[in-house]
């Protein structure tokens, strides 16, 4: 699952790597348009567009029945009922394409959430820092400890809480960069990125984790931690972030999907598919 990170995360860089310095949204604009030409081309090879024609013409011409005998009781039900079928066979003729555009909208997806999800820190901004532990790891026999770079200040010890199996730190960013914190128990020594500053547009990474395929799923901006520590995950607690519009705050996957669609049903006439 690493290196599928890895792939998606240097193809989705790439795309944004020109609109770093830019307002987000002309990242996000390329970014929708590019997954719409994907999905559109996904969906067409994936899809069986002669019975999605049938089934939505079916469906028209039960529409028009309905209208043209709508004083006749018995031929308004049957239309129903063909209307009924027609939809049932639409669905069906969808869940093959879905079913395959459902992989890489998640992959994409996870690797939008590390530009748009979370705001880095200020300078001069505190934060937590959660280390998560393993069932039956006991916080305060562990000895886990935090080293910060020079860049980063740890402002409070660490707190040790048993019931929830976290230990907690207060940090303060002081240098704009992205800075590695090192977290140590025993011999063994877990890294996790700190990032404060950078452009209007700058990738975050606030969770690493061991944990299952879905974690690393979802949350891909860094290495799996070693499975052989107590520690689960380690979490720095960024500010959401969000897209600014007309004064308003749009959430960042709102913006990507209604954009995605837009541009898919814009050109699915030119790519000629049938959705």
């Known amino acids: 699952m ?6 998606f995360g240097g193809i989705v860089g790439a795309v944004l790597l020109p609109f770093r310095g830019l307002s987000p949204w002309f990242g996000m604009a390329v970014v929708s348009a590019l997954t719409a030409l994907l999905m559109l081309e996904v969906y067409k090879l994936a899809s069986d567009q ?17 209208r043209l005998y709508r004083d006749d009781l018995g031929v308004t039900l049957r239309a129903q009922a063909g209307i009924l079928k027609a939809n049932l066979g639409y669905l069906a003729a969808n869940l093959r394409p879905l079913a395959v555009m459902i992989v890489p909208l998640v992959l994409i997806l996870a690797q939008l959430g590390l530009w748009y ?4 820190l200020a300078p001069g901004e505190q934060t937590l820092v959660k280390a998560r532990l393993a069932d039956g790891a006991d916080p305060v026999a562990l000895g886990l400890e935090l080293e910060a770079p020079p860049g980063v200040e740890i402002t409070a010890p660490a707190v040790r809480i048993p019931d929830e199996r976290e230990v907690v730190w207060r940090v303060r960013a002081v240098v704009p960069g992205v800075h590695v914190l090192r977290l140590r128990t025993g011999g063994a020594a877990l890294a996790k990125t700190l990032t404060v500053g950078g452009r209007p547009l700058t990738r975050v990474s606030a969770l690493a984790s061991r944990g299952s395929l879905g974690d690393r799923l ?6 799996p931690l070693p499975g052989d520590t107590a520690v689960r995950s380690v979490e720095v607690l960024y500010r ?10 749009v959430h960042w996957l709102v913006a990507y999907l209604a954009l995605s669609v837009a541009v898919g049903f814009a050109l699915k006439g030119a790519f000629k598919v049938e959705i």
Not at 2 to 7: Q, S, T
Not at 50 to 66: N, Q
Not at 218 to 223: D, R, Y
Not at 240 to 249: C, D, E, N, V, Y
């Open 50 to 66: 002669a019975a999605i024609r049938r089934a939505k013409d079916r469906i028209k011409a039960h529409l028009l029945e309905m």
């Open 117 to 120: 999800d979370r705001a880095p």
């Open 218 to 223: 979802l949350h891909p901006g860094e290495p």
């Open 2 to 7: 690493h290196y599928v990170n890895l792939v």
């Open 240 to 249: 959401p972030a969000s897209l600014r519009a007309f004064g308003l705050r």
